[in-house]
């Protein structure tokens, strides 16, 4: 006998289809459905709300075989599944993070495929794989976050049984997993929540209408969030969650969903007696994200700093549209070097209003912001997509890495930046409606028309070609020099544990503005970064550890190529 | 040469006008307008924006002695005119509230009338007059939350010199002032703000369009308000502030308006030497409001406590109507008077989920919560505007003073609460736009339909007898038992140290849900309460120091007639 239960609280009759039969359900307090039937792993099911002959799918479906819009399927993970016994997790501090598209990250787009370039990871060190989310959502390709059914697991990725081998994999080989779970909106297509209940409110954000955090009835969509999140931990023995866009999370009551999924994430690492790590993407620059519940924060493990990427991408490349426009000169980027925020009460001129807070020191180590230079959003939220490698030097490139991987933060890097990947990172859909699938075209189309770009030249987002111009090209990383560079500074810093100290303090940055250089000191490290066109002379000199290009010292200089990096120890003799 | 200055960010052009000339003005950085202009005391000036020929008041006006619509008159207190140098500030431990409507607190409805009546507040015992807003609104009379000129001062109320006098006289008393002030929207008539900046966004509230506190502009809109704020405690002398329904402040930054308010603030009282006391009405029952700084709080000194209002009202009154519907029970009122919050992560039916979050004792004194069963909000809310001494007997609104003044927390009154007086306190404006007046009149009315109130019933906030109706009859107060009681009460609270402890810890309830008295312990002193409409036996026995009714003691029982109270002194004997 199966339990079968929904929320249905406006409901006046609500019956369960299995395998074909229809069964009643009785209600229970609080709105909940619950029926007993007996059922066979596999079985197609889904609910019939009030006198509507329509078969939903369950709104905590654990798969949909047959798309988002058809019935669920009954299924457990397989208990003896389970080869990750000895695992013991990973905290945040010492870790680099490795995000990628499951659909893109290799030919086949699917968990085995990707488990097959897992030993490519641990030879560049990373020790973090991060998952662009894997829910279910309509069509057969996405970036995943107009996913609709938070529980099930993308049916063509390989569904739950694949990610269940994929941790299993990645546990295997040290590696964690961090997956991406998007909780402030559901997709355009296939999200039937509203008809079972009280899930949305009329509020809006970017995506859609909000989640109802605190309107009546919000204790259960609560509920049915945090559930969706400890599930992954819990059920999936995933070691990390990266909560997309919380501050699109529009919560009024005085425990914060944030502080709750934090509390309760505590409680089941306790019990679980490994780490699990909440991660949030923000354009808040709000410390109260990441300061400590017992502090007044939401206790949050980290989060990602969009700061530092417009800090080290503007200094590299020189663009400056858009929300680059504060950043661009050295000074700003030692500042966010040295200060985790750039914007902690400054003014935003992107915003237009003053941004940010700083960072209390205290009580909030540097490896709880995440720095990066690619990640999906930097690059595909571009008009083509197109990654730094389409208009960077490999050497701006390799400085690029060089900064982040120095840095106290905790480096994250994008599939393919590696070895500087020349496939793009387009915006892709594959919406099933029509209506709606001509709307995603053209309003990404409308989006850029905005910014000087011609509708002919921004890539069609439901043109499968679109989709297939993502996919990498692990040919490209044969014999690359760059891949090289990044596995020595990956293994520098695991090697080196002043670079993967997270206090702040210790961190200093010298600069000469014109000259465009740049000298990070952690401790007896040093990086030197020549971001000009022209050869660097800096004052300093130092027994060379990692070089972009050599590196000449004279008279204590190091003369540094244009656009390279060297790494330094300190010469206390040659500096007396 | 007086300086005229206005922030309109987006004008091609502004003039200002003054004593009917027009001068240019000259664009500064941040879009701020300035002239300087021979002017004098009580010239009247306006602005004219781009091509506009309108002379619109200033946003900042000090008064507008010909109503909101009309040009501002040039204004400044006489530093002369300052009575007070030897008032040096009141702490909120300790103090105790009275609130008043200006308009109705005397028939002529002025400053110079409400210091007439001072003695009587000095008598009662109370030590902060709390004001209702006196900001500019448009027409004769209005609660005066449909201000519009924020900085100047009803005129009909006596203007800016009479504020001045009237603090004054308070402080010559040994009074403190508390205004209320409304930050988190705009009255429907007479609001010129938007058309020189982006004061508001395009979200709303209960009341109209949301303030703009963190969409382009908003630095200057949150000065506007900050501004504001600190204009009544330094310029006016005054004590504390009320801040307006600040649930309704919609702020994502990382420093909320409140916080940066708090931190303001402190640095003033610093400066003035003087304790400045900010007091929200909230209805989130989120400690993180009265939390100090450091702890992660926002720092105001304290909140409105609208829990305690209903615990005891629906405890005395036995109506469970709308928001009173999981009060009523003695188990609540005692909940709510040992934790300060009723709702503290418990469901609250009435919004339909969970509310609220526990106070953290170590961190917010009971002080920092105002308790009261009569305000102008729970009186002027319902349908007839009647106070409870229309419904409930002398006996019962006795109980009702004695649980407030006995608490932990602050006591607040609202005017004529202490003989009982009969007069309503309805909702009464004056809007001289016909169409405004007739939809707060329509409103009005199909607010109260959906309670079940005909149109009829209702009585119209327009009509100006509904505004006398509302004026206190102080032949009411002689010879009132009832204000006998409220001094004593309030002798007794300022004189007996226990009672005003602001710690939590030593309050200790016990009750008898079937028999309906209630006992509140503090040290030595017991209030017991009798809450049904029999006497009750109470085993409890002790020196009598105040009482309603008298008392009766016996075999080790105090007997209290129907709806009545004592007040004891332990006598370790008798319990013994």
Redesign the interface.
């Given at each position: 006998m199966t339990g079968f239960e929904v929320w249905a609280p406006t409901a006046e009759q609500v019956r369960v289809q299995v395998a074909g039969e229809i069964y009643a359900m009785v209600e229970h307090p609080g709105g909940w459905w619950r029926a007993g039937v007996a059922a066979a792993p596999g079985d197609r099911y889904g609910y019939l709300l009030d006198d509507d002959e329509t078969v939903l799918p369950d709104p905590r479906s654990p798969r949909q075989p047959d798309g988002v819009h058809a019935p669920s399927a009954v299924h457990a993970l397989d208990p003896e599944g389970w080869t990750d016994a000895a695992w013991t997790g990973r905290p945040l501090a010492g870790s680099i993070f490795y995000e990628l598209h499951l659909g893109t990250f290799t030919p086949e787009g699917t968990f085995d495929a990707a488990v097959e370039r897992l030993d490519h990871l641990v030879d560049l060190g990373v020790t973090v794989v991060e998952l662009m989310p894997v829910n279910a959502f309509d069509g057969t390709h996405n970036w995943g976050y107009d996913g609709v059914l938070w529980y099930a697991v993308h049916e063509p990725y390989g569904g739950p049984d694949g990610l269940q081998r994929f941790v299993n994999a990645c546990h295997a080989r040290g590696l964690a997993v961090a997956l991406d779970v998007v909780h402030n909106h559901l997709g355009p297509s296939g999200n039937y929540l509203p008809r079972f209940g009280p899930y949305l409110t009329e509020g809006r954000n970017t995506w859609g209408q909000s989640l109802n955090l605190?309107?009546?009835?919000?204790?259960t969509v609560r509920r049915y969030i945090i559930d969706n999140a400890l599930r992954w931990f819990r059920d999936f023995h995933v070691d990390a969650l990266r909560l997309d866009a919380v501050?699109a999370l529009a919560d009024?009551?005085?425990?914060h969903l944030l502080a709750e999924l934090a509390d309760e994430t505590a409680a089941l690492a306790a019990h679980l007696r490994r780490p699990l790590t909440l991660i949030a993407e923000s354009d808040?620059?709000?410390?109260?994200l990441i300061?400590p519940r017992a502090?007044?924060?939401y206790g949050l493990t980290g989060q990602w700093n969009d700061d530092l990427h417009h800090a080290i991408h503007t200094a590299v490349s020189g663009e400056r549209q858009g929300y680059y426009a504060d950043f661009g000169s050295l000074a700003a980027l030692a500042q966010t070097y040295t200060h985790g925020f750039f914007h902690a009460?400054t003014?935003s001129s992107f915003?237009?209003?003053?941004?940010?807070?700083p960072i209390d020191r205290n009580l909030i180590p540097a490896s709880a912001l995440l720095a990066y230079t690619c990640t999906h959003d930097q690059i595909g939220n571009r008009a083509l997509g197109d990654r730094p490698s389409a208009y960077l030097t490999d050497g701006q490139l390799a400085v690029k890495a060089a900064l982040v991987l120095f840095s106290p933060y905790t480096p994250m890097l994008f599939m393919g930046e590696e070895w500087g990947a020349r496939t793009p990172f387009q915006f892709f859909t594959s919406h099933t409606d029509p209506v709606i699938a001509a709307a995603t075209a053209a309003g990404r189309k409308a989006e850029f028309a905005d910014h000087g770009w011609s509708a002919g030249e921004v890539p069609d987002p439901q043109d499968p070609q679109t989709f297939l111009r993502s996919k990498l090209d692990w040919k490209e990383s044969e014999n690359s020099r760059l891949l090289a560079c990044y596995r020595a500074l990956i293994s520098l810093r695991r090697t080196r544990s002043e670079l993967s100290d997270p206090r702040l303090e210790p961190v200093r940055v010298e600069f000469d503005e014109s000259a465009r250089w740049l000298v990070v000191h952690r401790g007896p490290l040093r990086l030197l970064c020549n971001l000009s066109a022209d050869r660097a002379e800096i004052p300093l000199t130092g027994a060379d550890l990692l070089s972009w290009e050599p590196a000449e010292q004279r008279s204590g200089h190091t003369i540094l190529p244009a656009h390279s990096f060297t790494i330094h120890e300190t010469d206390q003799l040659a500096r007396a």
């Amino acid at each position: 006998m199966t339990g079968f239960e929904v929320w249905a609280p406006t409901a006046e009759q609500v019956r369960v289809q299995v395998a074909g039969e229809i069964y009643a359900m009785v209600e229970h307090p609080g709105g909940w459905w619950r029926a007993g039937v007996a059922a066979a792993p596999g079985d197609r099911y889904g609910y019939l709300l009030d006198d509507d002959e329509t078969v939903l799918p369950d709104p905590r479906s654990p798969r949909q075989p047959d798309g988002v819009h058809a019935p669920s399927a009954v299924h457990a993970l397989d208990p003896e599944g389970w080869t990750d016994a000895a695992w013991t997790g990973r905290p945040l501090a010492g870790s680099i993070f490795y995000e990628l598209h499951l659909g893109t990250f290799t030919p086949e787009g699917t968990f085995d495929a990707a488990v097959e370039r897992l030993d490519h990871l641990v030879d560049l060190g990373v020790t973090v794989v991060e998952l662009m989310p894997v829910n279910a959502f309509d069509g057969t390709h996405n970036w995943g976050y107009d996913g609709v059914l938070w529980y099930a697991v993308h049916e063509p990725y390989g569904g739950p049984d694949g990610l269940q081998r994929f941790v299993n994999a990645c546990h295997a080989r040290g590696l964690a997993v961090a997956l991406d779970v998007v909780h402030n909106h559901l997709g355009p297509s296939g999200n039937y929540l509203p008809r079972f209940g009280p899930y949305l409110t009329e509020g809006r954000n970017t995506w859609g209408q909000s989640l109802n955090l605190d309107g009546p009835g919000s204790d259960t969509v609560r509920r049915y969030i945090i559930d969706n999140a400890l599930r992954w931990f819990r059920d999936f023995h995933v070691d990390a969650l990266r909560l997309d866009a919380v501050h699109a999370l529009a919560d009024r009551t005085a425990t914060h969903l944030l502080a709750e999924l934090a509390d309760e994430t505590a409680a089941l690492a306790a019990h679980l007696r490994r780490p699990l790590t909440l991660i949030a993407e923000s354009d808040l620059n709000d410390p109260r994200l990441i300061t400590p519940r017992a502090a007044g924060g939401y206790g949050l493990t980290g989060q990602w700093n969009d700061d530092l990427h417009h800090a080290i991408h503007t200094a590299v490349s020189g663009e400056r549209q858009g929300y680059y426009a504060d950043f661009g000169s050295l000074a700003a980027l030692a500042q966010t070097y040295t200060h985790g925020f750039f914007h902690a009460g400054t003014y935003s001129s992107f915003r237009g209003r003053t941004h940010g807070r700083p960072i209390d020191r205290n009580l909030i180590p540097a490896s709880a912001l995440l720095a990066y230079t690619c990640t999906h959003d930097q690059i595909g939220n571009r008009a083509l997509g197109d990654r730094p490698s389409a208009y960077l030097t490999d050497g701006q490139l390799a400085v690029k890495a060089a900064l982040v991987l120095f840095s106290p933060y905790t480096p994250m890097l994008f599939m393919g930046e590696e070895w500087g990947a020349r496939t793009p990172f387009q915006f892709f859909t594959s919406h099933t409606d029509p209506v709606i699938a001509a709307a995603t075209a053209a309003g990404r189309k409308a989006e850029f028309a905005d910014h000087g770009w011609s509708a002919g030249e921004v890539p069609d987002p439901q043109d499968p070609q679109t989709f297939l111009r993502s996919k990498l090209d692990w040919k490209e990383s044969e014999n690359s020099r760059l891949l090289a560079c990044y596995r020595a500074l990956i293994s520098l810093r695991r090697t080196r544990s002043e670079l993967s100290d997270p206090r702040l303090e210790p961190v200093r940055v010298e600069f000469d503005e014109s000259a465009r250089w740049l000298v990070v000191h952690r401790g007896p490290l040093r990086l030197l970064c020549n971001l000009s066109a022209d050869r660097a002379e800096i004052p300093l000199t130092g027994a060379d550890l990692l070089s972009w290009e050599p590196a000449e010292q004279r008279s204590g200089h190091t003369i540094l190529p244009a656009h390279s990096f060297t790494i330094h120890e300190t010469d206390q003799l040659a500096r007396a």
